[in-house]
């Protein structure tokens, strides 16, 4: 079998994205209200009755009336603290609310999930389910709504990426080193790629047509390769970085293949499968198909088409 050789990045401890909220939005501090003066009291006079003390009686009234509002006024005339402005916070509230250094993460087109649970057959259009191959393309225009940029230039869809690092991470935590080569492709780098292996097979096939179809077991068509999807990657051992069938006997394949589907990945061209996939087998790549179709999938020894139920 020929050999694969592929492009080698390092995907060290370890590269993550943060979101964050958008910050609260504080009420304004409310407003003191000054109190109102009472009104001065009303001396009514009765009829019949001398006004002499009466008089009297009123400026005694007023008197004490004017001393007493003379001292609410004092009371009144404190000036009522500012009213914070709308970028200022209340002195109530605690100072840590809100951290300028939180960069807001906003990717326009970002499909989010509803939040309702789906039947099991409704569950086969999910998106991490789409089904890729030579007779399933990619539909026309598709578009992954958001990625998670990883380094060395890789990506993924963003709804992948928390499983994958976590993944990655326990892999080696294990002692091991595991390599990501391939993540997300455009449709121009997947034609490069398919051309590059044609031209590769020409010599031997006679004709193009026929080295079109030596090519795409081992390379896609563009419009065909899951990694158009940004739903797969291609991982090798750092200490063998050939794609080849040795790659399965390498520690970081014999973990992968053991645990991957705790972390929602299968490995997606077995091979005992490529009769049904299409595709030889890739000791090395993994595709994204969600915790509880992985399991089943990898526990039964089957493949996606198998599990899908594909024609």
């Not at 087109?109 to 991490?128: F, P, Q």
């Not at 002692?175 to 391939?182: A, Y």
Request: glycine share 8%; charged share 25%; net charge negative.
């Amino acid at each position: 079998m020929s050999l694969h050789s592929c492009t080698v990045h390092e995907f060290p401890l370890p590269d993550r994205a943060y979101y964050a909220a958008a910050p609260a939005q504080w009420d304004e501090p409310m407003i003191s209200k000054p109190r109102r003066r009472p009104a001065p009291s009303r001396v009514r006079r009765r009829r019949g009755r001398s006004p002499l003390p009466m008089l009297a009686l009123a400026g005694v009234v007023l008197f004490l009336a004017g001393f007493l509002l003379g001292q609410v006024g004092a009371v009144g005339d404190i000036p009522s603290p500012p009213a914070a402005s709308a970028g200022q916070q209340s002195s109530s509230l605690p100072v840590e609310a809100e951290d300028n250094s939180v960069k807001i993460l906003t990717v326009p087109g970002a499909v989010r999930s509803t939040g309702e649970k789906k039947d099991a057959a409704a569950s086969k259009d999910d998106w991490n389910l789409i089904l890729i191959n030579g007779d399933h393309p990619l539909p026309e225009g598709y578009q992954v709504p958001e990625f998670t940029q990883l380094i060395n230039g890789h990506s993924i869809d963003k709804r992948a990426y928390p499983d994958l690092q976590r993944m990655m991470d326990d892999c080696r935590a294990a002692g091991l080193e595991p390599t990501i080569c391939s993540s997300y492709r455009t449709w121009a780098k997947q034609e490069e790629l398919f051309e590059r292996k044609v031209q590769s097979c020409l010599p031997q096939a006679g004709s193009r047509e026929e080295a079109e179809r030596q090519a795409a077991v081992w390379v896609a068509r563009p419009g065909t390769s899951e990694h158009q999807a940004g739903l797969a990657v291609d991982i090798v051992d750092k200490a063998y970085q050939t794609l080849d069938d040795g790659q399965e006997k390498t520690a970081v394949q014999r973990w992968l293949m053991d645990h991957c589907a705790e972390y929602g990945y299968i490995l997606r061209y077995p091979t005992d499968k490529s009769a049904i996939t299409g595709v030889g087998y890739e000791p090395w790549h993994y595709r994204y198909v969600g915790e509880e179709a992985a399991r089943e999938i990898m526990s039964q020894g089957i493949c996606l088409e198998e599990y899908l139920g594909a024609d």
